[in-house]
């Protein structure tokens, strides 16, 4: 056998080899399924109403007004902690105040029972500004809301009394003054859960 003949014999080899080696991988049965899988997040949703709780004119110390507003679940998960951020902005008309108007306007947070309302917490606006969040969840929503939470679509009610303190000293320096206070509700979700 020549040299050509076995050159062209071994390409013959190498190729035929190569052929049943592809041709093979397609030589087995087979079977595939696909899963449809889906991950939809839930919401948290707090809202609360009405959005302008108090909106008072002509105080004078001793003055004092409940008002009610009501917190609710409106997402599909259920709300851990409420929490709250105070701040306010005091308008000195006459431009001759000392003090903070704030510390003049006492806050009391109400628990109704068997139409008794009962004292939860008190302050003023000016603390409750310096409070941290946590401490106010601790103070205000934990003894109403309890460790269940707001769960989804659920509301609860809350009273709030608010008080222009007086102190039976001077309180001139307030006349014609205004304070907005602006309450920021922020909710946060029950912790994750294996399901």
Same mark, same amino acid.
């Given at each position: 056998?020549?040299?050509?003949?076995?050159?062209?014999? /071994?390409?013959?080899?190498?190729?035929?080899?190569?052929?049943?080696?592809?041709?093979?991988?397609?030589?087995?049965?087979?079977?595939?399924?696909?899963? $449809? $899988?889906?991950?939809?997040? /839930?919401? !948290? @949703?707090?809202?609360?109403?009405?959005?302008?709780?108090?909106?008072?004119?002509? &105080?004078?110390?001793?003055?004092?007004?409940?008002?009610?507003?009501?917190?609710?679940?409106?997402?599909?998960?259920?709300? @851990?902690?409420? =929490?709250?951020?105070?701040?306010?902005?005091?308008?000195?008309?006459?431009?001759?105040?000392?003090? *903070?108007?704030?510390?003049?306007?006492?806050?009391? =947070?109400?628990?109704?029972? $068997? $139409? =008794?309302?009962?004292?939860?917490?008190?302050?003023?606006?000016?603390? !409750?500004?310096? &409070?941290?969040?946590?401490?106010?969840?601790?103070?205000?929503?934990?003894?109403?809301?309890?460790?269940?939470?707001?769960?989804?679509?659920?509301?609860?009610? =809350?009273?709030?009394?608010?008080? #222009?303190?007086?102190?039976?000293? *001077?309180?001139?320096? #307030?006349?014609?003054?205004? !304070?907005?206070?602006?309450?920021?509700?922020?909710?946060?979700?029950?912790?994750?859960?294996?399901?």
């Amino acid at each position: 056998m020549g040299m050509k003949k076995r050159i062209g014999m /071994g390409i013959m080899s190498a190729a035929l080899g190569i052929a049943l080696i592809g041709g093979g991988t397609y030589a087995y049965f087979s079977d595939s399924e696909v899963t $449809n $899988n889906t991950f939809a997040a /839930g919401t !948290l @949703d707090l809202t609360v109403a009405p959005t302008e709780i108090i909106n008072i004119e002509n &105080m004078k110390p001793g003055d004092s007004f409940i008002r009610e507003f009501k917190l609710g679940n409106g997402g599909t998960l259920d709300i @851990d902690k409420v =929490f709250i951020e105070t701040d306010y902005t005091v308008s000195d008309q006459q431009g001759d105040n000392t003090k *903070d108007f704030a510390e003049h306007i006492q806050v009391e =947070f109400l628990f109704n029972v $068997n $139409n =008794f309302n009962v004292v939860i917490f008190k302050t003023t606006l000016a603390e !409750l500004k310096e &409070m941290t969040p946590e401490a106010i969840n601790q103070h205000i929503f934990y003894p109403e809301l309890g460790e269940k939470g707001l769960p989804a679509g659920k509301a609860h009610d =809350f009273l709030v009394e608010f008080s #222009f303190v007086d102190n039976k000293e *001077d309180q001139n320096q #307030f006349q014609g003054d205004s !304070l907005q206070l602006a309450w920021t509700f922020q909710a946060t979700q029950k912790p994750g859960e294996k399901r």
